[in-house]
T-cell receptor, first 112, second 115 residues
Framework: AQRVTQPEKLLSVFKGAPVELKCNYSYSGSPELFWYVQYSRQRLQLLLRHISRESIKGFTADLNKGETSFHLKKPFAQEEDSAMYYCALSGRIYNQGGKLIFGQGTELSVKP | AAGVIQSPRHLIKEKRETATLKCYPIPRHDTVYWYQQGPGQDPQFLISFYEKMQSDKGSIPDRFSAQQFSDYHSELNMSSLELGDSALYFC??????????????FGPGTRLTVT
């Protein structure tokens, strides 16, 4: 079964502390993994995707196929990072539309 | 840059009424996706369209139907509304003609409240 699991509903850290948002997936193929972010009262925005291997706003995420994980990390959290973060998976099957399967979301709260 | 547009942003309906949600994708995007996000829940895929044809179907009730028009905008029609249909409905679009990376751009959502 296709599934994305984010075990933490809420993660609270102090400014400047490292942050890691966990994401594990279950998929019987070759998935494409994403992190989406939703700031307060704003639309979902793509933060990272594993195939691009880039760092956005200081965040990085590495796909670990052995552990089926795609954890999001940032060495020094900032207050403006406070938001809801969703891990999502898409199957690389061209004719099946690439629907996203979302995790339950983790609310990150960065305190001053 | 132009983003995905959804209308209306807020909609209040009574039980058993009908509702129509509209989605205007980013120009040149050929694929539209609909998602439903209930209170405190993650977004759930409903249905998608590619080049005006249904390309995939998720947990969409039979009371709902959708289509994509020649200008690529899409409409989600919801009939016999139930209280449980109250949710935020997101539309997303992507340009599948390119590399097929399935990077989706989301609209602001339509918040439907059924009373």
């Amino acid at each position: 079964a296709q599934r994305v699991t984010q075990p933490e509903k809420l993660l609270s850290v102090f400014k400047g502390a490292p942050v890691e948002l966990k994401c594990n997936y279950s998929y019987s193929g070759s998935p494409e993994l994403f992190w989406y972010v939703q700031y307060s009262r704003q639309r979902l925005q793509l933060l990272l995707r594993h195939i691009s291997r880039e760092s956005i706003k200081g965040f990085t995420a590495d796909l670990n196929k052995g552990e089926t994980s795609f954890h999001l990390k940032k060495p020094f959290a900032q207050e403006e990072d406070s938001a809801m973060y969703y891990c999502a998976l898409s199957g690389r099957i061209y004719n099946q539309g690439g629907k996203l399967i979302f995790g339950q979301g983790t609310e990150l709260s960065v305190k001053p | 840059a132009a983003g995905v547009i959804q209308s209306p942003r807020h909609l209040i309906k009574e039980k058993r009424e009908t509702a129509t949600l509209k989605c205007y994708p980013i120009p040149r995007h050929d694929t539209v996706y609909w998602y439903q996000q209930g209170p405190g829940q993650d977004p759930q895929f409903l249905i998608s369209f590619y080049e005006k044809m249904q390309s995939d179907k998720g947990s969409i009730p039979d009371r709902f139907s959708a289509q994509q028009f020649s200008d690529y905008h899409s409409e989600l029609n919801m009939s016999s509304l139930e209280l449980g249909d109250s949710a935020l409905y997101f539309c997303a679009s992507s340009e599948r003609g390119r590399r097929a990376s399935y990077e989706q751009y989301f609209g602001p959502g339509t918040r439907l409240t059924v009373t």
